[in-house]
C-alpha cells in the first residue's frame, strides 16, 4: 500500500456540509497508521496568500462579489497552493490529501453559477502544469443533511440559498458522471462507514 499512495494526489470534495474535513482527517490518520508520508491541504488556502484569498472568498460581507471574480481568485489560490506546497510534497513522494480542488470551481461556479464548465477546465489547464488528481471523492449529501451540519454562521458562499446548492450537487453528480477515478459516496451515512468506504476504494483503485 505505501508504493501504491507514494507520490499519489487524492481529493475530497462535495458541497457543504458534506464532511470532507472530517474524512480528510480520518484519511490522513489511517495514513499515518500505515507509515505513509502524507500531507494535508485546503483550497482554497494551505499558503499565505491562499488564506488571504480565502478570507475575502467567504467573507459574507462581500455579497456583490460576482461569479467571475470568485473563478479568479479560487483559480488564483489554487496556483499558489500547487507551486508552493503541492508539487513539492509530490515530489517528495508524499501522498497529497487536498480538502477542495477545481471540482468544486467546476460544480459552483461552472455549473451552479453559470460560468461554465468547459471554461473552468480551459481556465485551469491555462493555468496550472496539472489538474486532475490521480483519485476524487465526491461525498454526495441532500442540502436538508447538509444544512443541519452547518450549526454556525455560514460563510458568503453557504448562504446563498438552496436553489444554487441543489445546482452544486448536481454539478457535483455531473463531474462525477464525466470523469474518471471519481467515486461518488453516500456522505449522509456515518462517519466510520464513509471513512471505510473511502479505505476501500483507495485498496481496489487501479492507478493508471
Known amino acids: 500500500m505505501k508504493k501504491k499512495l507514494e507520490g499519489k494526489f487524492i481529493v475530497i470534495d462535495g458541497p457543504d456540509g458534506c464532511g470532507k474535513s472530517t474524512q480528510a482527517e480520518l484519511l490522513m490518520q489511517w495514513l499515518s497508521n500505515q507509515k505513509i508520508p502524507a500531507s494535508r491541504f485546503r483550497d482554497p488556502g494551505g499558503t499565505a496568500i491562499g488564506e488571504k484569498i480565502r478570507e475575502i472568498l467567504l467573507n459574507p460581507e462581500h455579497l456583490s462579489m460576482s461569479t467571475e471574480t470568485e473563478v479568479l481568485l479560487y483559480m ?7 507551486q508552493e506546497k503541492i508539487l513539492p510534497a509530490l515530489h517528495e513522494k508524499k501522498c497529497v490529501v487536498l480538502d477542495r480542488w477545481l471540482s468544486s470551481t467546476y460544480a459552483y461556479q461552472g455549473w451552479a453559477g453559470g460560468f461554465g464548465v468547459e471554461k473552468v ?15 476524487t471523492f465526491i461525498l454526495d449529501v441532500d442540502i436538508k443533511t447538509a444544512s443541519g451540519r ?18 452544486v450537487r448536481a454539478g457535483f453528480l455531473k463531474f462525477a458522471d464525466e470523469h474518471e477515478n471519481v467515486f461518488v459516496i453516500d456522505a449522509a451515512e456515518e462517519v466510520e462507514k464513509v471513512h471505510e468506504k473511502i479505505l476501500q476504494i483507495i485498496r481496489e483503485v487501479s492507478f493508471s
Open 121 to 135: 477546465i480551459r481556465l485551469a489547464e491555462d493555468c496550472l502544469d496539472r489538474i486532475w488528481p490521480d483519485l
Open 150 to 167: 452547518l450549526n454556525r454562521q455560514l460563510d458568503r458562499m453557504e448562504a446563498k440559498g438552496d436553489i444554487y446548492h441543489n445546482k
Open 76 to 82: 488564483s489560490a489554487r496556483i499558489q497552493l500547487w
